[in-house]
């Protein structure tokens, strides 16, 4: 079982930062991915970042050069740095983890809300 954890959400002005956490706990030996997913009030949850075993990352365009994905091995935990934040950023932010432990699981965190003012 795999369990995350996530903190860090709030109200920015647009142009300012964000920094999420999400702190995972549990069975990782066959981790695939962690990552990133982030969901607007009417819209589909919408891929936002990922990082693979090997620490390779990708972004969705829309955040491409203004957010930053990193892990820190010591205390488990995930963050997401947002920077230049837009409006249209607000949403309520999942993070993920995928393992395969004989079939392919997806665990999710609570979600935390970050809203951009304009």
């Known amino acids: 079982q795999v369990r995350l954890v996530e903190s860090g959400g709030g109200l920015v002005q647009a142009g300012g930062s964000l920094r999420l956490s999400c702190r995972y706990s549990?069975?990782?030996?066959?981790?695939?991915?962690m990552g990133w997913y982030r969901q607007a009030p009417g819209e589909d949850r919408e891929w936002v970042t990922l990082?693979?075993?090997?620490?390779?990352?990708n972004y969705a365009d829309s955040v491409k050069g203004r957010f930053i994905l990193s892990r820190d091995y010591i205390r488990d935990t995930m963050y997401l740095q947002m920077n230049s934040l837009k409006p249209e950023d607000t949403a309520v932010y999942f993070c993920?983890?995928?393992?395969?432990?004989?079939?392919?699981?997806?665990?999710w965190g609570q979600g935390t809300q970050v809203t951009v003012s304009s």
């Open positions: 993920y983890l995928r393992v395969n432990n004989l079939r392919i699981e997806t665990y």
């Open positions: 549990g069975r990782l030996l066959n981790m695939i991915d």
């Open positions: 990082i693979t075993r090997d620490d390779t990352s």
